[in-house]
């Protein structure tokens, strides 16, 4: 039997994922930054104001930010002075990225169509790898990962921010409520898309508990793995070093 992988609650081939990702991510470019604003109530700038944080950019050092898209943690890492570059699988979100970016005034990021999965910059190019809500929708994330210890130099660090399960007894049952019955419905209104946002919700579900993922991570390479978890683990920050 050929391979299968998650797509959100379907179970397809490694190739039909990447495709329907695709698609979604292209249906939503336009509408991305609103929705996270609707969905979140806005959390997610605080949850990414976190994260730099964690990070720690230093002015000059390089940094890949991996499913950067729309360029919301590339305009943070940047305002630190550090050189960023922001790649994507997909070119729509980048267009949104280079466009919000023009008109803010920034320059000097680095714009690139990439798969995580197979990067095309040299082995030890940057300082930090960070990825923002994005490792979840990579086909193969043990490659991803792979990858990201690849291009890191010696004594880089690795950066994650991603949904999980929360752990907090009732606030778990009413975010699955919320969120299966009425993010699709605010993805319709909004975005003039339920699907994509069905599947992006079906998406967290399947991604690994924070334990399995912190294994994933020490598997690739790295050491002094940190899990930080966010409202019980709703969102969480893993970290690791290339030492």
């Known amino acids: 039997m050929s391979e299968q992988v998650s797509f959100g609650y379907e179970a397809v081939s490694p190739e039909e994922k990447t495709r329907r990702v ?20 806005g ?13 720690k950019p230093q002015p000059g050092e390089a940094i890949l930010d991996m499913a950067g898209g729309t360029g919301d943690i590339a305009f943070r890492l940047a305002d630190a002075g550090a050189e960023v570059t922001v790649a994507d699988i997909n070119q729509d979100m980048l267009d949104v990225g280079v466009e919000r970016a023009m008109k803010r005034g920034i320059d000097g990021l ?27 929708n990579v086909t193969r994330i043990d490659l991803a990962l792979a990858e990201a210890f690849r291009v890191l130099k010696f004594g880089g660090r690795f950066f994650c921010l991603e949904f999980s399960t929360t752990e907090w007894p009732g606030f778990k049952e009413a975010y699955d409520l919320y969120s299966h019955r009425l993010v699709p419905r605010l993805g319709q209104a909004i975005a003039g898309d339920a699907d994509s946002y069905r599947y992006l919700i079906e998406s967290i579900r399947r991604f690994p508990p924070m334990p399995e993922f912190a294994a994933m991570i020490r598997a690739a390479g790295f050491s002094q793995v940190k899990v930080e978890p966010i409202l019980g683990g709703l969102v969480a920050i893993h970290s690791g070093w290339k030492v």
Not at 30 to 41: C, G
Not at 45 to 51: C, H, I, V
Not at 113 to 135: R, S
Request: aromatic share 16%; glycine share 4%.
């Open 22 to 41: 695709g698609a979604v991510f292209s249906n939503v470019a336009r509408k991305y930054d609103v929705m996270n604003d609707a969905m979140s109530a």
């Open 110 to 136: 680095v714009w690139s169509c990439q798969n995580a999965e197979k990067l095309a910059f040299p082995a030890g190019t940057f300082d930090a790898y960070t990825i923002a809500f994005g490792i979840r």
């Open 43 to 55: 959390m997610h700038r605080l949850w990414k104001d976190r994260f730099v944080r964690r990070v």
